[in-house]
């Protein structure tokens, strides 16, 4: 069972007492004491709107995710020299850029399914032409664009990663 298999049933608990007998709430203090974006990123995909099965999630957390997603987009694409920002004009098209990569990034990170298949990967009885039987959807946007959301995607996942892997290592101290 992996950390966010751990981190979703604590909870779905209906028991967190800390003591010698009840151990539910271990996986969420590991994950706060490994806090950085990566806890935020894995309560938005994984336990948003899971737990009473509402469709709309919490909200304050994805507008939250998105906010800081945005400028960690902002940032990276002006570490990267995306777009040359000499005049105003440039500014203001490299603004709209990282924000339509942050957007689309999270949104294909949060949930990447092929639209034809819903992420079966078949459609029809036959392997979905849309996706070719991978299941994962096309992120949008020209080619430029398409890339540098792929690659907030990986980030995205390193982020997740590494944190599931810090909190792990905590969970293991309790």
């Known amino acids: 069972m992996g950390f966010a298999d751990k981190f979703v049933a604590s909870l779905q608990s209906s028991n967190l007492r800390d003591d010698a007998f009840h151990h539910d709430l271990d ?14 990123l ?13 469709f709309e999630g919490n909200s304050g957390n994805l507008a939250q995710l998105l906010r800081i997603w945005t400028a960690r987009v902002v940032q990276k694409g002006r570490e990267r020299k995306w777009v040359n920002e000499r005049a105003a004009w440039d500014a203001q ?16 990170w ?12 078949t ?16 992120i949008g946007g020209g080619g430029f664009e398409r890339e540098k959301a792929l690659d907030m995607v990986s980030e995205l996942e390193g982020l997740v990663q590494s944190h599931s892997a810090r909190a792990s290592r905590r969970l293991a101290d309790f």
């Open 27 to 40: 996986a969420i203090a590991a994950a706060a004491m490994a806090g950085d974006l990566g806890s935020l």
């Open 42 to 54: 894995c309560r938005v995909k994984y336990a948003d709107g899971t737990i009473n099965k509402l």
């Open 93 to 108: 098209a490299a603004q709209a850029l990282y924000r339509r990569v942050a957007e689309r990034s999270l949104a294909y």
């Open 110 to 121: 949060l949930d990447g399914k092929c639209n034809t298949c819903n992420g079966t990967g």
């Open 123 to 138: 459609a029809n009885r036959m392997i979905c032409q849309s996706c070719k039987g991978s299941g994962r959807g096309e």
